[in-house]
């Protein structure tokens, strides 16, 4: 069992539709968790983190994160074509430094 | 401000050569890391450096690998006696520091023929 797990996709929605995707982890020592975006043939670029159990809302996006199920979200509202990418989920434990990614999460935007 | 800048951008090589990358932090930045994506293992963790601390090497796959930071910025990752398998995309992340969220840079994709 991987570490930090998503599912590959690809998910496909609707334009103005919400995406949803889910990302779960297996070792309860990860603290705080991270959703990059990951453009083809692009590194990725930050989103949003998500320290406390509950949700975090920034523009569009929204993660959400529940420690005793062991799951993080991100919803991303009035999806738009530029959305289309794919969305890496990674967990870093309290007393470490690197992070532990999961396969990512392709997500396709349909006009 | 400027990002994590990295080169070269792309990189061939024959198998058995020496590779150098380097990395170029986020001003200010003292917290440095360095990954890998491939497609078969995803994106995986290799090096990191805080400050005057010992790196954390636990990443690294083989004793081939190896990496350097001076002056607390710059850092070197260095491949002696390339395989294919080390085909890949290394890419380089900074943070502000211990337990800070991490940039990354555009990457250098290595190809080893």
């Known amino acids: 069992q991987k570490e930090v797990e998503q599912n590959s996709g690809p998910l496909s929605v609707p334009e103005g539709a919400i995406a949803s995707l889910n990302c779960t982890y297996s070792?309860?020592?990860?603290?705080?968790f991270f959703w990059y975006r990951q453009y083809s043939g692009k590194s990725p670029e930050l989103i949003m983190f998500i320290y406390s159990n509950g949700d975090k809302e920034d523009g569009r996006f929204t993660a959400q994160l529940n420690k005793a199920s062991q799951y993080v979200s991100l919803l991303i509202r009035d999806s738009q074509p530029s959305d289309s990418a794919t969305y890496l989920c990674a967990g870093r434990k309290a007393a470490g430094n690197k992070l532990t990614f999961g396969g990512g999460t392709r997500v396709l935007v349909k006009p | 401000g400027a990002g994590v800048s990295q080169s070269p951008s792309n990189k061939v090589t024959e198998k058995g050569k020496d590779v150098e990358l380097r990395c170029d932090p986020i001003?200010?930045?003292?917290?440095l890391y360095w990954y890998r994506q491939s497609l078969g293992q995803g994106l995986e963790f290799l090096i990191y450096?805080?400050?005057?601390?010992?790196?954390?090497k636990s990443g690294l796959p083989s004793d081939r690998f190896s990496a350097e930071r001076t002056g607390g910025s710059v850092s070197t990752l260095t491949i002696q006696r390339t395989q294919q398998e080390d085909s890949a995309v290394y890419l380089c992340?900074?943070?502000?520091?211990?337990?800070?969220?991490?940039?990354f840079g555009p990457g250098t994709r290595l190809t080893v023929t």
């Open positions: 450096f805080q400050g005057n601390s010992a790196p954390d």
């Open positions: 992340a900074s943070s502000q520091g211990q337990g800070h969220e991490q940039y």
């Open positions: 001003s200010g930045h003292t917290a």
């Open positions: 070792d309860r020592g990860s603290q705080s």
